[in-house]
């Protein structure tokens, strides 16, 4: 394990590769820059890592949530200048100048790379339906890379879910204010997949250990982090066989969620 004081480019480089993140591949990341230590030029560092890991050719998504902040009715979503609510490493990416960001009032994605456009311009109100931001990634032969962050991060499964019909969401319409490039404001309606009431509670972790034990994920340090990948397509097809089997599988079954 790496020192959480002394934690460089070359180390997340090199975690990165041993890890199997390949060239010009289509990218997700959910992350934690605490998690992999006191990097040397911070949550920069880590983008930078990842662009040159995945190269020119790749595409780098990241989640720019933005479901804390829009409760408030008043609330203007302007995608140059919202942050993100997930993290350093996500507002370092979404800044970058090459970045493009999806228009969704709780569940935008940013994306760097050849595939940018495509991604973050897929579907229409919806984050998580078939058409949707995330499920192109998914869709299209994405990996997930789970950075110093749990399977409770991995929000594939609400595509999954979404796509299934489970029973323990409904849908609804949510508006509030965008913040159009030139300035102006105009009325944004976003399709939010919401919890039901007596929604015990999700446990993806559930599902990430028993893709850890089918050998589909591909786990080593980056930096002082645990990196977690796999592929989109092992996902899914794990994902449908638990949910034909159990229709509350990506639910807690008890009090807590699955520890890894």
Not at 51 to 72: E, N
Not at 81 to 102: D, E, H, K, V
Not at 183 to 204: A, Y
Not at 241 to 246: A, L
């Amino acid at each position: 394990v790496k020192s959480a004081l002394n934690v460089v480019k070359a180390d997340i480089a090199e975690g990165l590769m041993k890890l199997g993140v390949r060239r010009n591949s289509l990218l997700m990341v959910h992350s934690s820059l605490s998690a992999i230590g006191n990097v040397e030029g911070g949550a920069e560092t880590v983008v930078d890592c990842l662009l040159d890991v995945i190269g020119p050719g790749g595409t780098l998504v990241v989640p720019t949530f933005t479901y804390s902040d829009c409760r408030d009715p008043s609330w203007i979503f302007d995608p140059v200048n919202t942050p993100s609510g997930m993290g350093a490493i996500t507002n370092a990416a979404r800044n970058r100048p090459n970045a493009r960001r999806s228009v969704h009032l709780t569940h935008s994605v940013a994306a760097i790379g050849s595939l940018a456009e495509q991604v973050t311009t897929a579907g229409k109100s919806s984050a998580f339906d078939t058409e949707s931001p995330m499920a192109w990634v998914l869709n299209n032969n994405g990996w997930i890379l789970m950075l110093g962050v749990p399977y409770q991060n991995l929000t594939a499964i609400h595509v999954w879910e979404v796509e299934f019909g489970v029973d323990y969401r409904e849908d609804c319409d949510m508006e509030r204010r965008l913040r159009n490039p030139n300035g102006n404001l105009v009325f944004l309606t976003s399709r939010i997949h919401g919890r039901r009431d007596g929604h015990p509670g999700s446990d993806f972790n559930r599902f990430g250990e028993l893709m850890e034990v089918d050998g589909k994920v591909q786990i080593g340090n980056i930096g002082n982090a645990v990196g977690r990948l796999l592929f989109s397509t092992d996902a899914y097809k794990l994902a449908r066989t638990m949910y034909s089997e159990d229709r509350n599988s990506f639910l807690k079954q008890t009090e807590s969620v699955t520890p890894l």
